[in-house]
């Protein structure tokens, strides 16, 4: 179970372990006030030489594992929303790709909204591929998840 919280990540990276985490209040799944810290689990993200340590929480009476993640980012993405955003626009609108971030990782952003946009909004789709990850986004979707 992911919560997205409100991180600082420069701070994470200093701080690591001694990180200030806001603990959530409830378990997510069965609402108990009881949760634990259950450790750490590394994750890449863009722009740190190393792992960054995320908090994990278990909740003792339904077992469910907790992890935070850092909000402004989708989970398994190493990229920030704000940045995947600006790569569609860029190639939407320059048909080039943004400097600074890998450009197979772009191409495969690209490709995948596209197909998303075919499948969920359909053909009909005409206010653009920018319009359609906004659009994707506000219906919870990870509009460049590979899987549909
Ligand atoms: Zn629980």
Redesign the pocket.
Known sequence: MIIFSAVKLKELFIKERDYPWQKPN???????C??WGHGFAPAIFDGFIRALLLKLYR??????VVRLRPKGYFKRFQASVATIRSSIACKAAANRWLAGVERTRQCHWFRFLCKRIKVCLTDTWCHGIVAGFDYLLQLGQIPVSRAI
């Open positions: 409830s378990c997510p799944r069965c609402n108990s009881r949760l909740c003792p009476d339904c077992g469910c």
